[in-house]
C-alpha cells in the first residue's frame, strides 16, 4: 500500500481542480477527439452535488522534486500541483436500497503500479462508513486480472451479474476499448458485511486450497501460443452442476490487446459465454485463485460458488 503521507486525497471537489480532473480523465484514457468536452465538467459537479462523491489525489512525495522537474520538462502538466488520480460516485438506489455507483476512476500513467488505486479504494471505504452508504456498484472488465484480484480477493467484493457490451461508442472511444467488446462485471461491495470487513480493516485474507481444482470442476484452458500470446484452448464445459467451478482468464490481456485484437476478442467471447452460462444458472463468483506454474507462468482462475438458494431449488426438482 503507497504510504499515506505521499498522497492527498480530497473528497470535496474545490472550482480550482475541476477542470483538472477532467484534463487527467482524458489523459488517462487518451481519447480521440473527445467530444463529450463539456460533459465531463457536468458529470463529476453532478456526482458530488447529488449526494455522491469525487475522490481526487495528488502526489505528496512519491516522486521528488527533482524528478518531478524532470518529469516535466517532458511533459508541462506536471510542472503544477494536478491531480494524479481520482473517482466519481453517484448516489442511487434499487430494491435493496441506498448505493453509490462508481462510476469513473483513473490513475495518471506515470503513477500507475504504485499503488494509488488502493489508496483510493480505502478512502471511497471509509466515506461510505462516514456517510452510512451500505453498498457500491461498480463494473469492470472480467478479463483484466489484477482488477479481479484487487476487488474479490483483497476488498472482499462480490459478483452476480455480467453485461455484453455493457459501454456504448460513445464511452469506449479510448485506446483500450475501441474495436473490442466492452464486456463488464457488475460488482457488489458490500460495506458492513464481515467478509468486507475482515478484508478492509483487520487484512485477513483466504488461503485457497489448489487441490480442490481438477479436470472436471475446471471449465476451460488458456494456453500460449507460437507468438507468446495468450488463447483460448478448446476445452468447455457448460454442464457441470457442482460447486465450486473454476474460469481461467487470461494473465495479461493488455498484451494480447496491443498484439492481436482478433485473437483477444476470440478469447473474450469464450470467457463472456463461460461467465454468462453459469452466472444465469444461480453462481456467484467472490474470489480470484492464483496459479504459479514451476515454468513461471501465472493462471488466474474465477471461482464460483452456487448460490444456496439455487441449490436448494435444484434439489427440490430433482
Not at 490487446?257 to 467472490?286: E, W
Request: hydrophobic fraction near 40%.
Amino acid at each position: 500500500m503507497v504510504s499515506k503521507t505521499k498522497v492527498r486525497i480530497e473528497t470535496y471537489l474545490r472550482q480550482s481542480v475541476l477542470n483538472d480532473v477532467v484534463e487527467l480523465e482524458k489523459r488517462v484514457w487518451n481519447k480521440e477527439g473527445y467530444r463529450e468536452v463539456n460533459a465531463p465538467m457536468l458529470y463529476f459537479e453532478l456526482a458530488y452535488l447529488t449526494n455522491g462523491l469525487v475522490l481526487t489525489v495528488f502526489d505528496e512525495g512519491i516522486f521528488s522534486k527533482a524528478e518531478r522537474e524532470q518529469m516535466a520538462k517532458q511533459d508541462s502538466w506536471y510542472a503544477g500541483n494536478q491531480p494524479i488520480g481520482f473517482l466519481a460516485c453517484f448516489a442511487d438506489f434499487d430494491e435493496q436500497g441506498p448505493f453509490w455507483y462508481a462510476a469513473r476512476m483513473g490513475v495518471d500513467r506515470l503513477y500507475q503500479d504504485k499503488n494509488i488505486g488502493e489508496a483510493i479504494l480505502d478512502a471511497i471505504y471509509a466515506s461510505a462508513k462516514e456517510r452510512n452508504i451500505p453498498r457500491i456498484r461498480w463494473t469492470y472488465d472480467p478479463l483484466v486480472s489484477r482488477n479481479g484480484y484487487l476487488y474479490l480477493h483483497k476488498m472482499g467484493a462480490l459478483i452476480q451479474e455480467i453485461g455484453f457490451s455493457y459501454y456504448s461508442a460513445v464511452f469506449t472511444n479510448d485506446e483500450l476499448n475501441r474495436g473490442i467488446s466492452t464486456d463488464r462485471f457488475i460488482v457488489d461491495w458490500f460495506i458492513n458485511t464481515n467478509r468486507v470487513r475482515d478484508r478492509m480493516e483487520r487484512h485477513n485474507y483466504p488461503v485457497h486450497d489448489l487441490s480442490i481444482m481438477t479436470p472436471e470442476n475446471t471449465l476451460n484452458e488458456i494456453f500460449i501460443d507460437e507468438e507468446g500470446l495468450e488463447r483460448h484452448g478448446q476445452k468447455l464445459i457448460f454442464e457441470a452442476t457442482e460447486t465450486p467451478l473454476f474460469i481461467e482468464i487470461p494473465y495479461a490481456q493488455d498484451k494480447l490487446l496491443k498484439a492481436d485484437r482478433k485473437k483477444a476478442q476470440d478469447l473474450r467471447d469464450q470467457c463472456r459465454a463461460l461467465f454468462m452460462h453459469y452466472l444465469a444458472a444461480g453462481y456467484v463468483i467472490k474470489e480470484m485463485v492464483i496459479k504459479k506454474e514451476d515454468s513461471g507462468r501465472i493462471r488466474p482462475f474465477y471461482r464460483l460458488d452456487l448460490d444456496p438458494r439455487y441449490s436448494d431449488l435444484k434439489q427440490r426438482t430433482l
